[in-house]
């Protein structure tokens, strides 16, 4: 907690510099102080990733070592592959796939739909529906947790990966609301000489709408990979049998033993980690670009 | 609704013919509703059937196996009269929230002023505070667990090596709480992102007017930074709190559904979730929920009846 006091100190210099401009050595001095502040904040920041990778190199009973070293005497490469088989985290990985990419594509689809119905169609009720679109955002998913298990138990998909799946066919509000605010800033112009040309609704929406959001697709994309890869409460609510459990679901498993394996738990944690890593450093500008202009920051 | 839409139509296609235009309505309106009608039967089947199915099943006694019994208020009445967790649940989570809460905005705001400050290497630094925003919770609780292990864990280590207080992280009831928010600040990444959008938004010319009168550095950001982000403060203060009153995994994974020492590291949708899938009390459980959804809906209605006097929106955005 104490890393987050010298923070409110970084404001003066960062104005400061502004205060001289054209003076090049408080220009320099500025440089050099917001480097030196970021340096010391991304190392404070990594350090728990570092003991992760070094947790998971150490032989089991190195973990705890005294005193505590950060380079392990001796490698243990072979954590990666026996935290990986001493539970089926194959299958934990597949399961994980299935859910997440259903749930991007679910989500892209759905959303793209109704956000461009929200957006671009005059219908009656239309802003009504909209508040209440609205609305929904406001209520804790936690008030239909016990209603939702009850509806689907009612129809026998628990202890199916349905639960986690069939929901985000039927849009999620808070990425229906993004696409909306973005597809609302492409001229309408645009899509009037589409349909002079004789285009439907959904040539429309493909041909000139979706080319134009790739940054608010990126986004809800990412937040919905990131969201469900690393969801807990819906995997552990839903999923009985070890061979439907999620990555998440089988990390937990990991306490399930008489003492915890920390050394495997940190290699496999790695491991879930790579694939959403690999698609933020894919997608990272495309992002960043489609939070901004979203209009997320809230304006 | 209907009425108030019809007038603005010729406003949008120029000269459009009375009748063709009056045709055109009815083909967008059904095209409208089929594109929104996702929407619409996810909401009455996931989100409007199961709100009103929670209430009814708040008012019963109902455990999966015998159908429900209509028991009145009483699953309220026990909550609130005869309950000694529930208390303490909804104490944790405060505690939890005032503590997570400002902490996680300042982190984000302090962090974001200096990446919005480096003009190299901005999307490498950024990354590297975004990276923990990634780590899937329940590694994240497990790595801090390890980092905080009040014996052998890293950071004890470091305090017992400069004669410091070494506090009993995960075993002393009063620094559980504090545990679960350094591994949440940890990851402090999205409202970071949120707030460098904001703040790449701020146009250069206030500083500029500002800098022409006179205002120093603290009074630009207190003057023009901070108002103008204003908007983003809100939106991550509001979600963040709505999502610190729901904590779940960090807890439940550190210390089970059962929250640790004395119950310390219970929060609310732990005892929710303990009560509706561990004892099978789904009316209990219900009106639990209802007990949290109606606080979070005070709370969030008090951050917008105070946001109006802080928030600053542009005039002419929506």
Not at chain 1, 106 to 131: H, I
Not at chain 2, 11 to 38: F, K, L, Q
Not at chain 2, 70 to 96: M, Q, S
């Amino acid at each position: 907690m104490s890393r987050v006091l010298p923070r409110p100190t970084v404001v003066a210099p960062a104005a400061h510099r502004r205060a001289l401009l054209g003076a090049r050595r408080a220009g320099l001095l500025h440089r050099v102080l917001v480097w030196a502040l970021l340096l010391a904040g991304s190392v404070l920041f990594l350090l728990p990733f570092l003991w992760m990778v070094s947790t998971s190199l150490k032989a089991s009973d190195a973990v705890f070592s005294v005193p505590p070293r950060w380079l392990p005497s001796s490698f243990q490469w072979r954590n990666y592959v026996d935290g990986w088989t001493i539970l089926p985290f194959t299958t934990f990985l597949r399961n994980s796939l299935i859910v997440t990419f259903a749930n991007v594509l679910g989500n892209l689809v759905s959303c793209t739909l109704v956000a461009y119905g929200f957006a671009r169609l005059r219908a009656r009720g239309k802003n009504v529906l909209f508040l209440l679109l609205l609305a929904t955002l406001m209520i804790p998913r936690e008030v239909t947790i016990v209603p939702r298990f009850l509806l689907f138990s009612e129809v026998g998909l628990v202890n199916t990966l349905w639960p986690l799946i069939l929901p985000a066919w039927f849009g999620y509000p808070f990425f229906i609301f993004l696409l909306r605010q973005f597809f609302m800033t492409i001229p309408r112009d645009l899509d009037d000489a589409a349909r002079m040309d004789g285009a439907s609704h959904l040539r429309i929406l493909w041909d000139v709408i979706l080319p134009l959001s790739r940054p608010a697709l990126a986004t809800v994309a990412i937040f919905s990979f990131i969201g469900n890869w690393t969801n807990l409460l819906d995997p552990l609510i839903y999923l009985r049998s070890t061979d439907l459990y999620t990555l998440a679901l089988g990390l937990n498993l990991f306490r399930g033993q008489n003492f915890t394996q920390f050394n495997m738990l940190m290699a496999v944690s790695i491991i879930t980690l790579v694939p959403v890593l690999a698609v933020f450093f894919l997608a990272q500008r495309t992002f960043i670009r489609g939070v901004t202009l979203t209009g997320m920051g809230g304006r | 609704m209907a009425q108030a839409v019809l007038p603005r139509e010729p406003g949008r296609g120029g000269i459009v013919v009375p009748s063709r235009g009056r045709r055109r309505v009815s083909e967008e309106t059904v095209a409208g509703w089929t594109a929104i009608s996702p929407w619409v039967v996810g909401f009455l089947i996931f989100t409007l059937g199961p709100l009103i199915a929670s209430i009814y099943f708040s008012f019963t006694s109902y455990d999966m196996l015998r159908s429900p019994r209509w028991v009145g208020l009483e699953n309220y009445r026990r909550l609130i009269f005869d309950d000694a967790l529930l208390p303490k649940a909804l104490a944790n989570t405060f505690i939890y929230a005032l503590m997570h809460v400002p902490l996680h905005v300042v982190t984000a705001l302090g962090v974001a002023l200096l990446l919005n400050e480096a003009r190299q290497m901005q999307g490498f630094f950024r990354t590297i505070f975004y990276l923990p925003s990634m780590t899937p919770a329940v590694a994240t609780a497990y790595l801090w667990i390890l980092i905080l292990n009040p014996n052998d864990g890293l950071v004890n280590r470091g305090l017992r090596f400069l004669n410091l207080p070494a506090p009993g992280w995960t075993t002393d009831p009063d620094w559980t709480k504090a545990t679960i928010v350094v591994s949440q600040i940890w990851a402090f990444g999205g409202a970071m992102i949120i707030y460098l959008a904001a703040l790449k938004g701020v146009p250069q010319d206030l500083y500029e007017a500002a800098k022409l009168d006179g205002a120093n550095a603290w009074q630009r950001f207190r003057g023009v930074t901070l108002p103008m982000i204003s908007g983003a403060t809100f939106f991550i203060a509001t979600i963040s709190t709505i999502s610190s009153l729901n904590v779940f995994t960090q807890g439940y994974v550190m210390f089970d559904s059962r929250g640790g020492p004395e119950n310390s590291a219970l929060f609310v949708v732990m005892y929710l979730f303990r009560r509706a899938f561990e004892n099978f009390q789904m009316g209990y459980a219900a009106a639990i929920a209802w007990l949290l959804f109606l606080i979070i809906l005070v709370v969030t209605l008090i951050q917008f009846r105070f946001s109006k006097r802080w928030v600053y929106y542009e005039a002419g955005e929506t």
